[in-house]
């Protein structure tokens, strides 16, 4: 009986070390689950928030310090905005394109232009210089003709002279046109490759600032 009374107690006394031995919770940090969406605590001078990690599409509970859910948090509104733009600049891409193909088919026209004033330049030039190396007619009416001839050479050149110059101008300006547009396309190409790059490092960022444990 009495052995028996000493297991029974040894037992009692087990029961109650186990019963009296506090359950550890474990010490918040980032990643430590939490049940109370919202609830805010303080640890070793840093803040916490019971929170589900932008970062993950788990819908669990976790602390989170309020580093991390600023880092997160904006890493999510970057992407997000960051989605847009680049839907953007890709949509001008074709319209791009369009304005320099239609520069380009203007400045083919004009150039069929440029091309045909300097001809007639070119010919009314070696016409004028023809009538010019002329002896001046002994004749009144016929040196009045020649003198007629050569101003109106004389203004014929000088017209193509004004539309060559005119026509030079113009593609001039169409190929600024295209350059700009050129430069443009670069820039919907690119921009979105430089913004994922930056996504890509904000979302680095944010993940190593949410590391589990800190």
Do not use: H
């Not at 109370?36 to 916490?48: D, L, N, Q, W």
């Not at 791009?96 to 069929?112: P, R």
């Not at 091309?115 to 016929?142: C, G, H, M, N, Y």
């Amino acid at each position: 009986m009495r052995k028996f009374s000493s297991v029974g107690v040894a037992l009692l006394l087990a029961a109650g070390v186990v019963s009296a031995a506090p359950a550890t919770a474990a010490p918040i940090s980032n990643g430590v689950s939490c049940t109370k969406a919202g609830a805010t605590t303080t640890v070793s001078g840093r803040k916490y928030k019971c929170s589900k990690n932008p970062l993950s599409t788990s819908l669990k509970l976790t602390w989170l310090s309020n580093d991390c859910l600023v880092a997160a948090n904006n890493y999510v509104v970057a992407k997000n905005t960051s989605a847009v733009i680049s839907a953007n600049y890709t949509a001008q891409i074709p319209v791009i394109d369009l304005g320099i193909a239609s520069e380009n088919a203007n400045k083919a026209e004009i150039q069929i232009k440029l091309d045909a004033a300097i001809a007639r330049e070119t010919a009314a030039k070696v016409k004028l210089a023809a009538a010019v190396a002329l002896p001046v007619p002994t004749d009144a009416v016929a040196a009045a003709q020649l003198s007629t001839a050569k101003k109106a050479l004389s203004t014929a050149v000088n017209s193509w002279t004004s539309a060559i110059r005119a026509y030079t101008s113009k593609i001039s300006s169409i190929t600024a046109t295209i350059r700009k547009l050129e430069a443009s396309k670069t820039l919907a190409m690119n921009k979105p490759i430089e913004m994922a790059a930056g996504i890509a490092d904000s979302k680095g960022t944010a993940q190593l600032i949410c590391t589990k444990g800190l």
